[in-house]
């Protein structure tokens, strides 16, 4: 549900920033991450809108949670008693470090499989200090971008959730379905450039059919076939993640600014310009 809302809301981005940032929202409410949607909205006006929407939408909504439920952000709370889930990138430690004594162990912990036992605080805080770096570096992205194309917001949504996923202590299948529409998205641009990592995130989810639920019990044991399904699942996203923000960096920043330069042609068709651009780098 959370997938299809922010879907809607890419594809309304270019006709209303205003229903984008409502639908943006509205999805942070439900489920946080759709705020990342606004990571690539258009400088200006298109900014304004869609953010102060998603503020006006996001208040009203969690307003009326408030009042007709009450306790509903208890969740919260419980958010830093949360051990490593099992399926993270984090988690590839302990699956290694159990065949080495590590005195730990993986159970059911806030409806998931967490690791819980030595060591496991140390790596959910590198784990939070890593996506605040891959946050620093969106923000200076943002800062940095001269280019917007039509398929930028989709583009910029895309990359932020891989960010989040990617360094999250807590990496569950669904979030693979987050990443498949917002994946979609791109690709229903020409503009976008996309189509790499979008393709190896659809290799991902398929390796995650046997991850969860296929061979879960391997995983849950950290035997050699769980972490072999496991390291390659999250191989592959690391490597979308890092593809995707090249990509996006080279598209919006180093392009435009090349271009500034005269030192690609500003419109040259696109064979030209990354003949021109590898030339150059």
């Known amino acids: 549900m959370v997938t299809a809302v922010a879907v809607a809301a890419l594809l309304a981005a ?130 940095r971008a001269r280019h917007f194309a039509s398929s930028t917001v989709a583009d910029a949504a895309f990359v932020a959730v891989l960010l989040f996923t990617t360094t999250s202590r807590v990496l569950s299948p669904q979030y693979m379905l987050w990443l498949v529409g917002l994946a979609a998205v791109c690709l229903a641009y020409r503009s976008s450039r996309m189509r790499k990592p979008a393709h190896l995130v659809l290799w991902a989810t398929a390796v995650t059919q046997f991850e969860f639920p296929v061979w879960f019990s391997h995983v849950t044991r950290s035997d050699p076939l769980g972490i072999a399904v496991l390291f390659t699942r999250n191989g592959l996203l690391i490597a979308a993640t890092l593809i995707a923000c090249r990509i996006l960096w080279r598209h919006t920043v180093t392009e435009p600014r090349l271009a500034a330069a005269g030192r690609i042609p500003a419109q040259a068709n696109r064979p030209e310009r990354e003949k021109a651009l590898s030339g150059s780098v």
């Open 14 to 143: 270019g006709r209303s920033p205003r229903v984008l940032g409502a639908l943006a929202g509205l999805g942070a409410v439900l489920k946080v991450w759709p705020v990342l949607l606004l990571a690539g909205s258009p400088k200006g006006r298109a900014t304004l809108r869609s953010w102060s929407a998603a503020v006006v939408a996001a208040a009203a909504v969690l307003g009326f949670c408030l009042l007709w439920m009450p306790g509903a952000l208890a969740f919260l709370g419980f958010q830093r008693d949360r051990g490593t889930e099992v399926e993270s990138l984090g988690a590839m430690v302990f699956h290694v470090l159990r065949h080495l004594g590590w005195e730990g162990e993986a159970r059911m912990n806030y409806g998931s499989i967490e690791f819980l036992g030595p060591y496991v605080s140390t790596v959910s805080t590198a784990a939070l200090a890593l996506t605040v770096a891959a946050f620093g570096w969106l923000l200076v992205w943002r800062l």
